[in-house]
């Protein structure tokens, strides 16, 4: 998913052909939120109506790849498990599986942020203190969350700085945390995963 017209960010193809959506008997409206009306101006001009995704996986959920499943934890943030069944979540309703990824954010299917509750000690993808993804604020400043036992919440961010910010139809550049931006870290951290 990116601003540009590559054929692979409407394919939906891909959507289709995973085992996931055998049982959502093909319909790929499912992965797009409502809210999420965003189309670079090049996009419409060539006749696209839409980009076909707005929500990303935790990423300690499942395995996408073989080796990012290392012995239990995270490829990324091996102090933090890896959940591969519900039996191994201690908690599912305190857990997210999907959320809503910030239009200039959403690259693949991957949600990559750290799962330490104080955002001073992240060590990201980008090596450092602020969101490697950054969460969509489309919801009037909020981001809708589902959970591993069903339930769905809509969560408000806090701070203006790092996390709510407008849709630029250009990679986000990432900014440090504020300290509302270190509450928000801490609400979706302790919402990710837990320590092995």
């Keep these: 998913m990116d601003w540009t017209t590559s054929s692979s960010v409407t394919n939906l193809v891909w959507i289709r052909s995973t085992p996931f959506n055998s049982f959502l008997s093909g319909n790929v409206a499912v ?16 006749g696209w109506t839409e980009r076909p995704r707005s929500y990303s996986m935790n990423c300690f959920f499942g395995a996408s790849k073989p080796n990012w499943y290392v012995g239990g934890g995270n490829e990324f943030y091996s102090g ?8 191994q979540m201690p908690a599912p309703s305190n857990l997210y599986v999907t959320l809503d990824e910030h239009p200039d954010s959403i690259n693949d299917g991957y949600f990559d ?10 060590s990201n993808s980008n090596g450092s203190q602020m969101w490697a993804d950054m969460p969509a604020s489309n919801h009037g400043g909020a981001c809708g969350f589902s959970f591993a036992d069903g ?30 931006g270190l ?6 951290a302790t919402r990710s995963s837990v320590l092995r």
């Excluded at 942020?113 to 992240?122: L, M, V």
């Excluded at 509450?183 to 979706?188: K, P, R, S, T």
């Design 31 to 46: 992965y797009k939120c409502p809210a999420d009306h965003y189309l670079y101006g090049v996009q419409a001009y060539i």
């Design 80 to 87: 933090y498990r890896q959940f591969l069944k519900t039996t």
């Design 113 to 122: 942020n750290d799962a330490d509750p104080d955002g001073t000690k992240w």
């Design 151 to 180: 339930h769905a919440e809509i969560h408000k961010w806090k701070s203006t700085k790092c996390t709510i910010l407008p849709v630029t139809y250009a990679k986000l550049p990432s900014r440090a945390f504020d300290a509302a």
């Design 183 to 188: 509450e928000d870290a801490n609400w979706i």
